[in-house]
């Protein structure tokens, strides 16, 4: 780094930690982080500096395509579909990167990937992807037009998948908040990128104003016909499937190769390290667990269930966004 470069960039993370001395703390769910509210978000300290980079230094083409989720609502899962659809012409069932390398590291998230070199952009690859929510998002990607996805899950599978993350997440040392108490964290809005039912609600009203532009996916419709899913992000990101695709069974194989049965048991997936020798280093088996749609029924009490589900009528109800999942255990 040239001398000029180094007094900005220490000039930059100067005022960033002089915002972030300003803000709202809590405890995160494990005792190695704390989590900050900024722009009505709660997020992890480790992210903060580089979310506040990329809003101010990220410049969106009209030809990006932003994958967009809060976390442990299918993002992985997202990514792997979309990258499939979109490089279907590129690779072959052999040569495809997902057999080595996980989601992840194919798409590149925006508040920490970019953060560095906010104008990098994955060869021949249109797809970037970011857990900010919709309010949050750097201005040029409001601005520029291009499409964005989003995938929403149940609140409740959610939470499990998330108190799951979190209590395998930090070093072995660590304190996890017990399930209790990281459930009345959640419900106050306190987890990371929370309030959950606001993150849904942006790109959900985003959608229904710019369909075009917005796409909005819930995880257990996509479970339920994952190949009509697959056809609709494939028309959405421009790359229809030819009827000779179709023939061929294209998009059933795209399915196949990312369903959580092929995926989990991929090598890379069950012992690989995504960002190896970063402080955000992570097992790539942690993002995958069950894969399932209502395992918050083996977790969660009658209360919780009924609380979280009174959250949801209330954060959501005269939206239009629900759930179509029985609350009965
Ligand atoms: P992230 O936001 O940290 O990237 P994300 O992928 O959104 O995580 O969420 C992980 C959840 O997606 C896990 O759910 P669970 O804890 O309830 O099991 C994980 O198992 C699930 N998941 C990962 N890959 C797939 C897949 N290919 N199909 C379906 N679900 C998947």
């Not at 000039?11 to 995160?28: C, F, H, Q, V």
């Not at 995504?274 to 992570?282: D, E, G, K, T």
């Not at 942690?286 to 969660?300: P, S």
């Not at 009528?313 to 609350?327: A, N, P, Y």
Request: aromatic share 12%; glycine share 4%; net charge neutral.
């Amino acid at each position: 780094m040239k001398c000029e470069e180094k007094e900005e960039s220490s000039k930059a993370k100067m005022k960033y930690s002089d915002i972030i001395s300003t803000l709202p703390r809590e405890n995160g769910w494990t005792t190695s982080n704390s989590l900050y509210q900024y722009q009505g978000f709660w997020y992890p300290s480790l992210f903060l500096e580089s979310i506040i980079s990329t809003q101010e230094h990220f410049k969106a083409q009209p030809t990006d395509l932003i994958v967009c989720s809060a976390p442990k609502s299918g993002t992985t899962w997202l990514k792997a579909l979309t990258f499939a659809i979109t490089t279907r012409n590129q690779f072959n069932e052999s040569t495809n990167p997902l057999l080595t390398t996980i989601p992840h590291e194919c798409i590149p998230l925006l508040e920490y990937d970019l953060a560095k070199n906010p104008t990098y952009r994955p060869p021949k690859l249109p797809l970037l992807a970011t857990h900010l929510p919709y309010t949050s998002l750097p201005r040029s990607i409001l601005a520029c037009g291009c499409k964005i996805l989003y995938v929403c899950r149940d609140p409740k599978d959610t939470f499990v998948s998330l108190w799951h993350f979190a209590c395998k997440l930090g070093p072995k040392d660590a304190q996890y908040l017990p399930l209790e108490k990281a459930f009345e964290q959640f419900c106050k809005g306190i987890s990371a990128y929370g309030p959950y039912w606001d993150h849904a609600l942006g790109y959900w009203k985003a959608s229904l104003e710019c369909p075009e532009r917005v796409m909005f996916l819930k995880y257990e419709d996509m479970k339920r016909d994952t190949v009509f899913h697959v056809k609709r992000l494939a028309e959405y990101a421009g790359q229809p499937f030819s009827m000779e695709e179709e023939m061929e069974g294209v998009p059933q194989r795209i399915t196949e190769l990312c369903s959580f049965e092929h995926m989990s048991n991929l090598e890379v997936n069950k012992s690989g390290k995504h960002r190896p020798n970063s402080p955000m280093a992570i097992n790539n088996s942690m993002y995958f667990r069950k894969g399932i749609v209502g395992d918050w029924k083996n977790h969660l009490t009658t209360e919780m269930i009924e609380l979280l589900d009174q959250i949801t009528e209330q954060k959501l109800g005269g939206s239009g966004l629900t759930f179509h999942v029985s609350s009965s255990p």
